[in-house]
């Protein structure tokens, strides 16, 4: 994650799929969109919005506390963008002043889920919603990020219960979009393209990790 305010990587910026919705009566009548094009965009159009449960999450074992809006993007995921990417970061920081800089909204990023290092899971952005976490506008379309409590350059921070919890939650997600458990779609905020973060850095243990995610992917849910 690291301490200096992120870019939102044009996040806020009108995409392709948005850009249509301005036509999106005119399209209907000529038949310009396709059915099932206008079905994912109806509730972009101002005064719709698609229903939400408040604090509800997408992985039972997690406590929701909502990031600032600032720092996510609406969207309804996988229809409008598939999902099949985890990235993984480290905070570079406490679990607390993690959770604090995604609630500013003047920070300009926010991942889907905090780790901490006991085990527990906060999820402060929906799956649905695109996060601004990855610094790279495609990754953070197609991905879920997951932020891990500690710093890159501490392997202690790095417990037995972050990497189980984590592994879980990872396989889960992977589970609920048919994302293949392996290194091209289980990366680390390092691989993203135009990225220049390091995390979740040298001490983070792929092969540990992948083995667990692995193991949880094949457990009864």
């Not at 009566?25 to 005064?47: F, H, I, T």
Request: proline share 5%.
């Amino acid at each position: 994650m690291g301490q200096r305010k992120a870019p939102k990587d044009g996040d806020r910026k009108v995409g392709r799929r948005a850009l249509l919705i301005g036509g999106t009566v005119a399209a209907a009548g000529s038949a310009v969109l396709a059915r099932d094009e206008l079905a994912r965009l109806w509730w972009r159009v101002p005064g719709v919005e698609k229903p939400r449960k408040e604090g509800e999450v997408d992985y039972a074992g997690a406590r929701w506390v909502a990031a600032s809006d600032e720092n996510w993007r609406r969207a309804d995921r996988p229809d409008d963008y598939g999902v099949d990417m985890v990235i993984i970061h480290v905070t570079q920081g406490s679990f607390d002043s993690a959770v604090k800089v995604f609630q500013d909204p003047e920070h300009g990023a926010a991942a889907h889920y905090i780790v901490r290092k006991d085990g527990h899971i906060t999820q402060m952005i929906r799956e649905l919603d695109v996060a601004y976490h990855a610094g790279n506008r495609d990754y953070n379309e197609r991905s879920v990020g997951i932020e891990h409590e500690g710093f890159v350059d501490r392997p202690q921070d790095l417990t037995d219960e972050m990497y189980e919890a984590s592994a879980r939650l990872t396989a889960r997600i992977c589970a609920r979009y048919d994302i293949p458990v392996d290194r091209e779609h289980i990366i680390g905020h390092v691989e993203v393209p135009g990225t220049d973060h390091t995390d979740p850095g040298k001490h983070w243990d792929w092969e540990r990790y992948m083995k667990l995610v692995r193991a949880a992917r094949t457990a009864p849910a």
